[in-house]
């Protein structure tokens, strides 16, 4: 079994940036795909970020390209995403995600999942 814990949430100002932070333990050896969710109230869990496989190819989100930016470190099976110039719009849980094989954008296809922090951006 493998468990999956965020950590970085917080309040920030509109403009502002927050760092996320994830970490996988247990039975880790065979992770592949990582990724970013997030769900606001009254909307359904939403796409952030992904990254896979020892090259790190990634995609984003239209609505956080540009700003966003998620990275990875295999080896220690962890995963971060760098949110800069923060809109209220993108106030949310946000859920790490991490699945042994490939997984695109949509959440059915992870395995692993983490319980949540939340990021809420002022204006």
């Known amino acids: 079994q493998v468990q999956v814990v965020e950590s970085g949430g917080g309040l920030v100002q509109a403009g502002g940036s927050l760092r996320l932070s994830c970490a996988a333990s247990?039975?880790?050896?065979?992770?592949?795909?990582m990724g970013w969710f997030r769900q606001a109230p009254g909307n359904e869990r939403e796409f952030v970020a992904g990254?896979?496989?020892?090259?790190?190819?990634?995609t984003y989100a239209d609505s956080v390209k540009g700003r966003f930016t998620i990275s990875s470190a295999n080896a220690k099976n962890t995963v971060s995403l760098q949110m800069n110039s923060l809109k209220p719009e993108d106030t949310a849980i946000y859920y790490c995600?991490?699945?042994?094989?490939?997984?695109?954008?949509?959440?059915?296809?992870?395995?692993?999942w983490g319980p949540g922090t939340q990021v809420t951006v002022s204006s």
């Open positions: 995600a991490m699945n042994p094989y490939y997984a695109g954008s949509r959440a059915n296809e992870y395995a692993y």
């Open positions: 990254i896979r496989g020892s090259g790190g190819s990634t």
């Open positions: 247990g039975r880790t050896s065979s992770l592949y795909a």
